[in-house]
């Protein structure tokens, strides 16, 4: 058996904490010798304050899926990214698409923006001195995701123009309103996942996954078992087999400590 988990609005609660009940369910889980893989949307640099409940393993995924990482060692075991070139062909579809979309891209560095994009959150996260300048300058190295953000209320059909816009030239996602994130094409975290679990000897039919929102859809119907988080978007509870409770109710601890017996005393 092997637990994948998707992170915000999953395991982690609203305010981005986890829990002590939570984080002693994830302990004991892995004393029982059954991997808890991280699958997350998150980039590298928002992840330093949850590696320290990765176990043994030691692997989780992000971006998408674009990234698997050693986390012992601080490394990327793989990289699928979008090449330059490719990429910022991308870029200029849905520019062409969407002339207000703000464009960045998130590397293994960190995040490189043009001078239009805008994010408070992306402000305190990104290392001072983040590259900031024309895309064409800046994407030089393989991007784990191309980030487009659009300033108007609209959603869907911002998110639709820039679905139509990329076509089959890459992966298109999103998991927040206004954001749509743009992988290198056949990188979802279905895909990720499938490798490290063969990696581990793991079969698709022993994997129990978790998820809440359209990026997380490939990955619940990849695994034997899935599970919804209450509350989750509608096309998530429609994918998934089960309906776990919600988040800020400890949802994932509370499926694993009747999955696994070793956690069935810490809830």
């Known amino acids: 058996m092997l637990v994948a988990t998707d992170l915000d609005g999953t395991l982690l609660r609203s305010d981005g904490t986890v829990s002590?009940?939570?984080?002693?369910?994830?302990?004991?889980?892995?004393?029982a010798g059954v991997p808890v893989v991280f699958v997350t949307a998150r980039p590298l640099r928002w992840m330093d304050d949850l590696w320290s409940m990765v176990g043994a393993h030691g692997v989780a995924i992000v971006s998408n899926g674009a990234i698997v990482y050693d986390v012992a060692a601080r490394e990327v075991r793989r990289l699928r990214g979008l090449e330059p070139a490719a990429g910022l062909a991308v870029a200029d579809a849905v520019r062409a698409a969407v002339p207000e979309a703000q464009l960045a891209i998130e590397t293994v560095g960190g995040i490189r923006r043009e001078p239009g994009y805008d994010d408070g959150q992306?402000?305190?996260a990104a290392p001072a001195g983040s590259p900031?300048?024309?895309?064409?300058?800046?994407?030089?190295?393989?991007?784990?995701?191309?980030?487009?953000?659009?300033?108007?209320t609209d959603h869907d059909a911002f998110r639709t123009a820039v679905e139509a816009a990329v076509g089959d030239a890459a992966i298109a996602t999103w998991t927040v309103p206004g954001l749509v994130?743009?992988?290198?094409?056949?990188?979802?975290?279905?895909?990720?996942?499938?490798?490290?679990c063969a990696d581990l000897g793991v079969a698709a039919a022993d994997v129990v996954a978790f998820g809440d929102m359209p990026n997380d859809v490939a990955m619940l119907t990849w695994a034997g078992t899935?599970?919804?988080v209450a509350g989750a978007h509608p096309s998530v509870l429609a994918a998934a087999h089960h309906v776990a409770p919600a988040n800020d109710d400890d949802g994932v601890a509370r499926v694993l400590a009747r999955l696994v017996p070793a956690a069935a005393h810490l809830l």
């Open 20 to 31: 002590a009940a939570t984080r002693r369910v994830l302990a004991a889980v892995e004393e």
């Open 122 to 124: 992306d402000d305190v």
């Open 132 to 152: 900031v300048g024309p895309l064409a300058e800046l994407w030089d190295v393989p991007a784990v995701k191309l980030l487009v953000r659009h300033p108007g």
């Open 181 to 196: 994130e743009i992988s290198a094409p056949g990188v979802t975290k279905a895909a990720a996942l499938a490798e490290v």
């Open 226 to 228: 899935s599970y919804a």
